[in-house]
T-cell receptor
Framework: QKEVEQNSGPLSVPEGAIASLNCTYS??????FFWYRQYSGKSPELIMF????GDKEDGRFTAQLNKASQYVSLLIRDSQPSDSATYLC???????????FGKGTLLTVNP | EAGVAQSPRYKIIEKRQSVAFWCNPI?????LYWYQQILGQGPKLLIQ????????DSQLPKDRFSAERLKGVDSTLKIQPAKLEDSAVYLC???????????????FGPGTRLTVL
């Protein structure tokens, strides 16, 4: 059973702070990793993906990947109330490049 | 560019009834996915199509769920008969489906919220 573990939260941070969202995965064959954001009652939308060890930055978002530790994280700098949502981690694996989603972490950014 | 379209947006049925959902993917996207998302959980893949062929249906409860993608474009997902535990949001997603791509991004439709009473 391939598993993706995320802290369900809620993770509460003040506006302007850095939010750190963590994800561990069990499938060592996973080669790339997606982060999606899902607002309440809405569908998931892509934030970014990463496939190389290290950091990848996109605006206020930084994804970090450590395949040896089977760990991927998402940092959100200068958090805004509009960032309040559930963040879903999804490793890609298998011959059909299937996404396996975690349960997500609920982030609340307080003004 | 138009996104993934789904209908209906909401559906309420009695248990043992049947229901069907429709999805129209982004134009040019070869791969289409149906996910089930139960409240508080992440999306779970039910079935993946590449053009009009099934790539993965390992988590589709085939005794009650069926899906088809005729002509490699639109798709329908059917549940017959529905159970209480089928209450969930059914999400359709599509991607370009570039063969062997590790970063083949999936784009999600708005979903259909199903309530089974």
């Amino acid at each position: 059973q391939k598993e993706v573990e995320q802290n369900s939260g809620p993770l509460s941070v003040p506006e302007g702070a850095i939010a750190s969202l963590n994800c561990t995965y069990s499938d060592r064959g996973s080669q790339s990793f997606f982060w999606y954001r899902q607002y309440s009652g809405k569908s998931p939308e892509l934030i970014m993906f990463i496939y190389s060890n290290g950091d990848k930055e996109d605006g206020r978002f930084t994804a970090q990947l450590n395949k040896a530790s089977q760990y991927v994280s998402l940092l959100i700098r200068d958090s805004q109330p509009s960032d309040s949502a559930t963040y879903l981690c999804a490793p890609v694996g298998g011959s059909n490049y299937k996404l396996t989603f975690g349960k997500g972490t609920l982030l609340t950014v307080n003004p | 560019e138009a996104g993934v379209a789904q209908s209906p947006r909401y559906k309420i049925i009695e248990k043992r009834q049947s229901v069907a959902f429709w999805c129209n993917p982004i134009s040019g996207h070869a791969t289409l996915y149906w996910y089930q998302q139960i409240l508080g959980q992440g999306p779970k893949l039910l079935i993946q199509f590449q053009n009009n062929g099934v790539v993965d249906d390992s988590q589709l409860p085939k005794d009650r769920f069926s899906a088809e993608r005729l002509k490699g474009v639109d798709s329908t997902l059917k549940i017959q008969p529905a159970k209480l535990e089928d209450s969930a949001v059914y999400l359709c997603a599509s991607s370009l489906g570039a063969s062997g791509s590790l970063v083949d991004t999936q784009y999600f439709g708005p979903g259909t919220r199903l309530t089974v009473l």
